[in-house]
Nanobody
Framework: VQLQASGGGLVQAGGSLRLSCVAS????????MSWYRQAPGKQREFVAS???????DYAASAEGRFTVSRHNALNALYLQMDSLKPEDTAVYYC????????????WGQGTLVTVSS
């Protein structure tokens, strides 16, 4: 399974973007899909995740502003980002992780989000 992220771009502070991540094949069952981001000069950090059962989790910085969702039939993951701030500027990566056999730990190629002040 390969992941292709898209939807990044340049937006003004306070604006919105919707990121998408599409898997090349069927997303395996019991897999968690996540968004991470990496700002220039910083380590990659967790943003949000959603389990196969629809349980979501957010970083404190994303809580209340970002919404993660997935569409299993379309093999897709989304991140709706509202009230964007300049500090949200980063490359955003999607990740597919499954801890049970067969194990998956697949990353997408990243999509750049730039928020201007």
């Amino acid at each position: 399974v390969q992941l292709q992220a898209s939807g990044g771009g340049l937006v003004q502070a306070g604006g919105s973007l919707r990121l998408s991540c599409v898997a090349s094949g069927n997303i395996p069952g019991a897999a968690t899909m996540s968004w991470y981001r990496q700002a220039p000069g910083k380590q990659r950090e967790f943003v949000a995740s959603v389990t196969s059962g629809g349980i979501t989790d957010y970083a404190a910085s994303a809580e209340g502003r970002f919404t993660v969702s997935r569409h299993n039939a379309l093999n897709a993951l989304y991140l709706q980002m509202d009230s964007l701030k300049p500090e949200d500027t980063a490359v955003y990566y999607c990740r597919l992780r499954r801890s049970m056999t067969p194990v998956y730990n697949t990353w997408g190629q990243g999509t750049l989000v730039t928020v201007s002040s």
